[in-house]
């Protein structure tokens, strides 16, 4: 039972414009998500995170939106750059479980 | 200056086999995890210590066991390896056990039981 899910494996998206990648979840009790991006042969690396108590966090080029009553949250990436071409893991946290469960990935491919 | 560092970074072996996989963290982290990646892509949390205490162990089979000789060092061992264990193991580490902290994750060991 996959209880965080990222239904495209992959996205191909033109230098500048915007990528939208997107992660769906099933469990209530989740309270905390990140985004982790992941290159390859390398481990994931943090990239932005929202609280369940937001329904919006911003970091520089990178948004994401939390949908609650949807179980929804969606990474926004603008301008897109080739050098965001990477894996992208959603995660989900309830607290004081010490875990995440990751996402699937999508691929997001930034053509030049 | 690598923060995760796992070796081996390649392991291929035959069935049957026992061999580890070592971890270790200079971020100063209170907590180390163990996570399986497999043919699917599925990122799963196997083991997590916290200050060298076990906190969560997840369905996995027992020819599995982390040790933790001290708070920056998780290993992995496997003993009697299959087919299946045939994955990316990630060793991550975050500054304490309350889950919502950013872990800091280890370039991978790739596993390949032949």
């Known amino acids: 039972d996959q209880q965080v899910k990222q239904n495209s494996p992959s996205l191909s998206v033109q230098e500048g414009r915007i990528s939208i990648l997107n992660c769906d979840y099933t469990n209530s009790m989740f309270d905390y998500f990140l985004w982790y991006k992941k290159y390859p042969a390398e481990g994931p690396t943090f990239l932005i995170s929202?609280?369940?108590?937001?329904d919006k966090n911003e970091d520089g080029r990178f948004t994401v939106f939390l949908n609650k009553s949807a179980k929804h949250l969606s990474l926004h990436i603008v301008p897109s750059q080739p050098g965001d071409s990477a894996v992208y893991f959603c995660?989900?946290?309830?607290?004081?479980?010490?875990?995440?469960?990751f996402g699937t990935g999508t691929r997001l491919k930034v053509l030049a | 200056d690598t923060a995760v560092s796992q070796t081996p970074k390649y392991l291929v072996t035959q069935m049957g086999n026992d061999k580890s996989i070592k971890c270790e963290q200079n971020?100063?982290?209170?907590?180390m995890y163990w996570y399986k990646q497999d043919s699917k892509k599925f990122l799963k949390i196997m083991f997590s210590?916290?200050?060298?205490?076990?906190?969560i162990n997840e369905t996995v089979p027992n020819r599995f066991s982390p040790k933790s000789p001290d708070k920056a060092h998780l290993n992995l061992h496997i003993n009697s390896l299959e087919l299946g264990d045939s994955a990316v193991y990630f060793c991550?580490?975050?500054?304490?056990?309350?889950?919502?902290?950013?872990?800091?994750f280890g370039p991978g060991t790739r596993l390949l039981v032949l």
């Open positions: 995660a989900a946290i309830s607290s004081g479980t010490y875990k995440y469960i």
């Open positions: 210590y916290n200050n060298k205490e076990l906190i």
């Open positions: 991550a580490s975050s500054q304490e056990r309350g889950g919502r902290e950013t872990q800091y």
């Open positions: 971020l100063g982290h209170d907590t």
């Open positions: 929202i609280s369940s108590i937001k």
